[in-house]
């Protein structure tokens, strides 16, 4: 039995006991957050929301109006003020004598190591800011960034807000399709990326995916890049595209260090990320500037508590995703927080890597997904407990609910039972952090988010959009506006106003179910529709059958998420073979040979995180009369539970071939 199990307290017997852990009074004491802010926020939310911005952000221009939601569902927060995100996050800092302090300790996967204080950084914006102009990239303009999470990656971001230019970051294990398809969507002028990253103790390559994203297609637009960015990180040979691609070096290393930051309204666009959606077509997240950065830099100093002369911070997302915007670049670096940029993975080159960087650079705020805690866990305490993690103070989780026992493990083992956790609840599209004890003013509960932050207004209703009592469940609504929430999808407007707002009238509906607990506490459930969560990755189950049934074998196919111990869900897909191939999965070893090309293939459509952990080759899929497709059974079969209620199918027998097919062992998992 792992260590682990037999060191862990008995978790039904301490939630029995005790049902939260109240604050220390002397961490309260010291605490950034204080009771009373709920009091304020919520006898004048509009007024606590402008004390937030006048006090967090240098305006160039103050705002005399906090919201106008006339045009609702599209809010427009402190629109007639004007500001720079990047000399926000960096410029204002070195203004006031700032500029010796750490801004990025960067670790690379093989060990290299940089240091960047807020001047240095500062001299790297403004050079990235002057060669992205030389190459002709305009206030407006979209940039499209395709890196790993190198010092460049942040200086890339800030680069593009210093001009206006909105960026539209892609996580580097999309496949060339997937960065088409987004490349396309943003019209980009202007593509960053690098030779390669490290991961896994071996060089990986970027480029090549670039260079394949930006090919001519039968079919598809021409493209609208027109130079490319190279960062050279692993010294990879890169095909090379004279008049296009441009060496980072070249471009940046040359270039003026002085550079005066474009003072943007509010409302323009700051950043467009994209996220599976239901359709299969991915949305593009648009979000601004003013209240975007508003939220994210109050949500990062009151939720982790951050002292920015003494803390060290690092949160191990990726900026590929929208934790690694608001919670690695925006709202740190606007905070003035010292923080760690680490590349690799946490088990290269060895099980305790993130436990050394802890202990070498003594961070006190540590941000992670459960999915990295539950992993953990299973490598055992004896990993963590080789290092000094005394100076670790505050925890966060972020990405999909936590379960208590990895909740309790997080605590105790990595945060010596005394760091408070703060589990937080939010989205692409909120922007930052919406649901979450404070720390110093909660008591925390293993594995409920809790209560709306001071400011935000959310809510558990029902099918009529009433709210549930407490002890019941439902669905997760937000009632009013806040600063960071999305303006809206990418030129789809009617997409946006369909996708959040339809379900119920006035409400913005999360998409996630939820309960509230005796006391009220919320309490997350996970998705209610077809978007799967998957180590804190949104997946959609439509692009995935989309990508199955792109191959040449596959006729139809059903993709659903099970519940994962390790990744929260894990993707399921069921498939039936065109008939000229359906004699290949006669033999155990045929069918794993076709389960193999088929995981192949959606990693080369979609990208690795999307790979299904199990593919069934069936022989009919569960549907109603009407030809619905009944996922809610495939569920039930994925996750080994009696199957529920078949008498809608127009064939029940075919739940019995189903079931007896999952059973059979297959050595494709991973």
């Known amino acids: 039995m792992p260590e682990n199990e037999t060191t862990a307290p008995s978790l039904e017997n301490l939630l029995h006991e005790t049902r939260a852990f109240p604050p220390s009074s002397a961490f309260a004491a010291q605490a950034n957050a204080q009771p009373s802010m709920y009091e304020d926020a919520a006898a004048d939310r509009l007024g606590f929301w402008a004390t937030q911005a006048r006090d967090l952000v240098t305006w160039s221009t103050p705002f005399t109006q906090t919201l106008d939601w006339s045009g609702a569902p599209v809010a427009r927060w402190f629109a007639d003020g004007k500001l720079n995100a990047a000399y926000n996050a ?9 500029g010796d302090r750490v801004a990025l300790h960067f670790e690379g996967e093989p060990g290299d190591t940089r240091t960047v204080t807020y001047a240095d950084l500062q001299r790297e914006v403004s050079r990235a ?18 890196l790993p999470m190198l010092v460049e990656s942040v200086v890339a971001m800030l680069a593009c807000a210093r001009i206006g230019a909105p960026h539209s970051v892609v996580f580097g294990g999309f496949s060339a399709d997937a960065l088409r398809s987004r490349i396309a969507d943003a019209e980009a002028k202007v593509v960053i990326t690098a030779d390669g990253g490290y991961r896994r103790g071996a060089p990986s390559a970027l480029k090549p995916a670039v260079d394949e994203a930006l090919a001519p297609k039968e079919g598809a637009p021409a493209t609208t890049v027109e130079h490319v960015l ?45 996220t599976s959606g239901t359709t299969g077509k991915p949305k593009g997240i648009l979000h601004t500037t003013g209240g975007y950065l508003t939220q994210a830099a109050y949500t990062h100093k009151y939720v982790f508590d951050l002292k920015p002369e003494s803390d060290v911070y690092w949160c191990t997302a990726d ?38 960087l802890v202990e070498k650079y003594k961070v006190s705020i540590l941000y992670t997904a459960p999915t990295a805690i539950r992993t953990c866990m299973k490598w055992g305490e004896d990993v963590p407990a080789g290092f000094d993690l005394s100076s670790l103070r505050v925890l966060g989780s972020v990405g999909e609910p936590i379960n208590p026992e990895a909740w309790m493990w997080y605590r105790r083992v990595i945060g010596g039972d005394t760091a408070p956790i703060v589990d937080t609840w939010w989205q692409t599209e909120t922007g930052a952090i919406m649901i979450s004890p404070l720390p110093g003013v909660t008591a925390t509960k ?9 400011g935000i207004v959310a809510d558990v209703v029902d099918d009529e959009a009433h709210s549930v009592p407490d002890g019941g469940g439902g669905y997760l609504v937000l009632s009013e506006p806040w600063p960071a929430m999305l303006r809206g999808i990418w030129g789809d407007l009617q997409r946006f106003k369909d996708t959040y707002w339809s379900r119920f009238e006035g409400l913005y509906f999360a998409g996630d179910g939820a309960k509230k607990d005796e006391d009220g506490d919320i309490w997350l459930l996970g998705r209610v529709d077809d978007v799967m969560n998957v180590s ?85 899929l569960p549907k109603t009369r009407s030809g619905k497709i009944m996922r809610r059974l495939l569920r039930d079969v994925a996750e080994n539970r009696t199957v ?8 029940s027998s075919v739940m019995d071939l189903i079931s007896a097919g999952l059973k059979k062992p297959s050595s494709n998992e991973d």
């Open 446 to 454: 293993p594995g409920s988010a809790q209560v709306a932050l001071p």
């Open 90 to 98: 960096v410029d204002r800092h070195v203004e006031a004598g700032l």
């Open 129 to 146: 800011a002057n060669a992205l102009e030389s190459l002709g990239v305009r206030t407006g303009d979209r940039v499209v960034i395709y």
């Open 644 to 651: 529920g209620d078949a008498t809608t199918l127009a064939d």
């Open 230 to 274: 190279v960062v050279r990180r692993t010294g990879q040979d890169v095909d090379w595209t004279e008049g296009r691609d441009v060496w980072w070096h070249d471009a940046v290393d040359g270039a003026s260090e002085v550079h005066e930051p474009v003072q943007v309204e509010a409302e323009h666009p700051l950043f467009i990320l994209y």
């Open 536 to 620: 804190g990755h949104r997946l959609s189950t439509t692009e995935i059958e989309s990508a199955l049934v792109s191959h040449d074998v596959v006729a139809e196919a059903a993709v659903v998420g099970a519940a994962d111990d390790t990744t929260g869900q894990a993707v399921v897909a069921f498939v039936i073979l065109r008939g000229e191939h359906a004699d290949r999965a006669t033999t155990p070893e045929g069918a794993e040979e076709v389960q193999a090309e088929l995981r192949n293939h959606v990693a080369v459509q979609i990208g690795p995180i999307a790979k299904p952990r199990r593919i069934l080759v069936v022989p009919e």
């Open 319 to 356: 900026i590929g995703w929208v934790t690694g915007h608001s919670y690695v670049v925006y709202g740190p670096l606007a905070n003035g927080a010292t923080q760690v940029l680490y590349e690799g993975t946490p088990d290269t080159p060895h099980r305790g890597r993130w436990w050394e």
